[in-house]
């Protein structure tokens, strides 16, 4: 035990400025910025964000130089701030959609920079609470009645060190990008954050066992956490798929035959196209019919070896193509919102032309094209041939001849009744007898009637009704055709009619999406559409028209397209956003001369200590007393458990041991409680802390 004259006073020691946090070290700080910079592959920018925080700390340190800022300073950086994330969100939400939340979080250590560069060139060294919290400042105008949680001077007063908080906007900007090292990165920077401040009263290997354990339960939890994200977002996508947005698929085509009621249409524009006139712009195709659904027996997407002359890729194994006349070329505008999809493209095309970096993929049985990890909006161009490139196919084991069970009756009556399997017609004859049978005796609609019980919604098409919408159309044409012995497949895709002299372009809306029949003639594939012609005026008489949001589509597009300008420079842009709003900060700050030698700045007056109740409170007599008896609370041990564990060590030098809880409780209310103690229950207390005191030995007792 030590002498009772060498044990100082306990009391609690309060600075005269009321400041959050500690300012974090500086090669900590410094690689918490590199390290998100690494992560989030921007480390060139973060370069320079740690060279400032270097520069900064080198001026202030070794040159005596700072930028004396005052708390309205402050408040305009910290709403300049403000003003950045608003319009980077908006930003990056417009081109991203929700995935724009992502992009947001990744920059956001850049977006923050600004305060924390304040703060680290300041001669002040950390920022008022107020510049980040408008309540706090207005709390402080004395025309305005404050809030009662912020009429307290001391709040109003407080001021905060950013240097921590950025380390951790740092750490989870970095998780975004979903590196193999992020979580090795992490626990680094925990242990190293936490080392300075761990408690010294137990071994250091124990504090480093109980920190591997912690990093290992937090690996175990992350993988956890992160299977069952992806678990729910698979369920939420198929879900979202198979009941509202379902993209093309290049396995399976569930088609509306059958349905009773009018088709639901929409003019939402889907994408652009410019070309010398109509085409068609197929999608998938599909050569398997069973219950009203279509699919695709053979698929196999292989990647598109990019052309290593040019910027494109050949779509034909016949590069020669491309210079055989006559040929065409068109150029599509894409919304691609899921990153990924099906390209439409008009059939002979052997030749695409896109953005570089690419990586395309492509049915080597039908040539549909598939990419994937695609921009948002994809601009691209095709070459394709007004006349018949050859096509080699395989029918041995294909479903291009298959016709099913319960058409097969009724196709082979029409087959015969259109004299299809005659032997002197040729195929072109017997594909143009086909198109005269459906324009003389159908005709379009969206509606779908009821019919017998036991025939087919196909049977009902051809027999009965004889109305009906494009699905029937080209069911009905390719099984015919195969009933007429050429193979053929089902493929859909849109219609390109509508011409814009608006957008000098035509557009493409999602009510245009069509589907057709395709035969195999002479080597080639040819289209087969004998969906009346009227089938469009039809589709947009009952959908009607919206020139309103026809007009905001346009000026998103123009947005999008100026936006994106055919490069990969994608979130870097946004640094044109910061650059002339730096400037214009400094070109005022430079008005005021603000930035001056130390040895220049007028001396900061003291602040005031500021009254805060309950340090007056009688206790504190206590703990000195049970200190000059010599009993030393161990660092980090609180109160009630240090007066808990007294009693088993004391002799009987210390006695009304068992009145130190309820003293404490009282010290406590008094101490921290808002509405502190009354009068005659402040009263109560000291006679209560003076009795205490007048039971215990004069000297120190072993």
């Known amino acids: 035990m030590s002498d009772a004259a060498s044990v100082a006073p306990l009391s609690p020691v309060f600075s005269a400025e009321e400041l959050v946090g500690m300012p974090a070290p500086l090669l900590f700080l410094s690689t918490a910025i590199l390290f998100w910079g690494w992560q989030s592959q921007q480390l060139a920018i973060a370069v320079g964000m740690a060279t400032l925080v270097i520069t900064a700390d080198g001026l202030r340190r070794y040159a005596g130089v700072s930028w004396h800022l005052s708390d309205r300073d402050f408040n305009r950086l910290a709403d300049l701030t403000t003003l950045l994330w608003v319009l980077t969100a908006l930003y990056l939400f417009n081109k991203e959609s929700i995935n724009g939340l992502f992009s947001l979080l990744t920059w956001f250590p850049l977006l923050v920079f600004l305060l924390l560069s304040a703060q680290l060139f300041s001669s002040q060294q950390h920022l008022p609470l107020s510049a980040l919290?408008?309540?706090?400042?207005?709390?402080?105008?004395?025309?305005?009645?404050?809030?009662?949680?912020?009429?307290?001077?001391?709040?109003?007063?407080?001021?905060?060190?950013?240097?921590?908080?950025?380390?951790?906007?740092?750490?989870?900007?970095?998780?975004?990008?979903?590196?193999?090292?992020?979580?090795?990165?992490?626990?680094?920077?925990?242990?190293?954050?936490?080392?300075?401040?761990?408690?010294?009263?137990?071994?250091?290997?124990?504090?480093?066992?109980?920190?591997?354990?912690?990093?290992?339960?937090?690996?175990?939890?992350?993988?956890?956490?992160?299977?069952?994200?992806?678990?729910?977002?698979?369920?939420?996508?198929?879900?979202?798929?198979?009941?509202?947005?379902?993209?093309?698929?290049?396995?399976?085509?569930?088609?509306?035959?059958?349905?009773?009621?009018?088709?639901?249409?929409?003019?939402?524009?889907?994408?652009?196209?410019?070309?010398?006139?109509?085409?068609?712009?197929?999608?998938?195709?599909?050569?398997?019919?069973?219950?009203?659904?279509?699919?695709?027996?053979?698929?196999?997407?292989?990647?598109?070896?990019?052309?290593?002359?040019?910027?494109?890729?050949?779509?034909?194994?016949k590069p020669e193509h491309r210079a055989a006349p006559p040929t065409a070329h068109l150029s599509i505008s894409l919304y691609l919102p899921q990153k990924q999809g099906i390209l439409p493209l008009p059939n002979n095309s052997f030749y695409l032309s896109a953005l570089r970096g690419l990586e395309f993929r492509q049915n080597r049985f039908d040539g549909a094209l598939k990419l994937d990890n695609a921009p948002s909006l994809l601009n691209y161009s095709l070459d394709y041939s007004e006349s018949a490139l050859p096509t080699p196919i395989d029918l041995q084991g294909s479903a291009l001849l298959n016709i099913p069970e319960r058409e097969a009756k009724l196709l082979q009556a029409l087959a015969d009744e259109l004299q299809l399997q005659a032997t002197q017609l040729t195929e072109p004859q017997k594909i143009a007898r086909i198109e005269a049978f459906f324009a003389d005796n159908f005709h379009y609609a969206l509606a779908q009637t009821a019919g017998a019980s036991f025939a087919t919604p196909l049977q009902r098409f051809l027999r009965e009704t004889r109305a009906g919408h494009c699905e029937y159309f080209a069911t009905a044409t390719v099984l015919l055709l195969r009933a007429a012995g050429i193979p053929s497949r089902y493929a859909v895709?849109?219609?390109?009619?509508?011409?814009?002299?608006?957008?000098?372009?035509?557009?493409?809306?999602?009510?245009?999406?069509?589907?057709?029949?395709?035969?195999?003639?002479?080597?080639?594939?040819?289209?087969?559409?004998?969906?009346?012609?009227?089938?469009?005026?039809?589709?947009?008489?009952?959908?009607?028209?919206?020139?309103?949001?026809?007009?905001?589509?346009?000026?998103?597009?123009?947005?999008?397209?100026?936006?994106?300008?055919?490069?990969?420079?994608?979130?870097?842009?946004?640094?044109?956003?910061?650059?002339?709003?730096?400037?214009?900060?400094?070109?005022?700050?430079?008005?005021?001369?603000?930035?001056?030698?130390?040895?220049?700045?007028?001396?900061?007056?003291?602040?005031?200590?500021?009254?805060?109740?309950?340090?007056?409170?009688?206790?504190?007599?206590?703990?000195?007393?049970?200190?000059a008896q010599g009993y030393v609370r161990a660092p980090g041990q609180t109160l009630h458990d240090w007066l808990k564990h007294l009693p088993s060590t004391a002799q009987t030098s210390l006695r009304a041991h068992a009145a130190l809880p309820a003293l404490l409780a009282w010290h406590n209310r008094y101490r921290f409680h808002p509405n502190g103690l009354s009068h005659a229950e402040k009263a109560q207390f000291n006679q209560q802390v003076q009795a205490w005191l007048a039971q215990q030995p004069t000297n120190k007792t072993a």
């Open 493 to 627: 895709g849109y219609a390109v009619q509508e011409y814009s002299f608006f957008e000098n372009a035509y557009l493409v809306r999602r009510r245009h999406a069509h589907a057709w029949a395709q035969a195999y003639v002479a080597g080639h594939w040819q289209d087969v559409d004998t969906t009346p012609g009227d089938w469009l005026e039809s589709e947009a008489k009952a959908a009607g028209k919206e020139h309103l949001s026809d007009f905001w589509a346009w000026l998103k597009h123009r947005i999008d397209q100026w936006r994106w300008q055919e490069s990969n420079s994608d979130q870097r842009q946004l640094l044109w956003w910061l650059l002339p709003l730096v400037l214009l900060l400094l070109w005022r700050l430079s008005l005021h001369k603000k930035y001056q030698r130390r040895s220049r700045l007028p001396a900061a007056a003291p602040l005031p200590d500021l009254p805060r109740p309950g340090l007056d409170s009688p206790f504190y007599t206590i703990l000195n007393s049970l200190q």
């Open 133 to 317: 919290f408008w309540s706090l400042r207005q709390s402080a105008n004395p025309a305005r009645k404050p809030l009662s949680f912020l009429s307290d001077t001391r709040l109003q007063r407080m001021r905060i060190d950013l240097s921590y908080p950025y380390v951790i906007v740092c750490l989870l900007s970095a998780s975004v990008a979903q590196h193999a090292w992020f979580f090795f990165g992490i626990c680094v920077f925990f242990t190293w954050g936490f080392w300075h401040i761990r408690p010294r009263r137990y071994p250091l290997a124990l504090w480093l066992t109980f920190a591997l354990l912690a990093s290992g339960l937090g690996y175990l939890g992350q993988s956890g956490i992160q299977q069952l994200q992806h678990g729910i977002e698979r369920w939420v996508m198929d879900w979202f798929e198979d009941q509202l947005w379902r993209s093309r698929d290049p396995y399976q085509q569930n088609t509306r035959i059958g349905d009773i009621g009018e088709l639901k249409l929409s003019n939402q524009i889907l994408f652009r196209v410019q070309a010398p006139a109509p085409v068609l712009l197929r999608e998938a195709t599909y050569d398997y019919y069973q219950q009203q659904n279509w699919r695709a027996q053979q698929v196999d997407f292989n990647p598109l070896p990019e052309s290593s002359d040019t910027n494109g890729w050949f779509l034909t194994p």
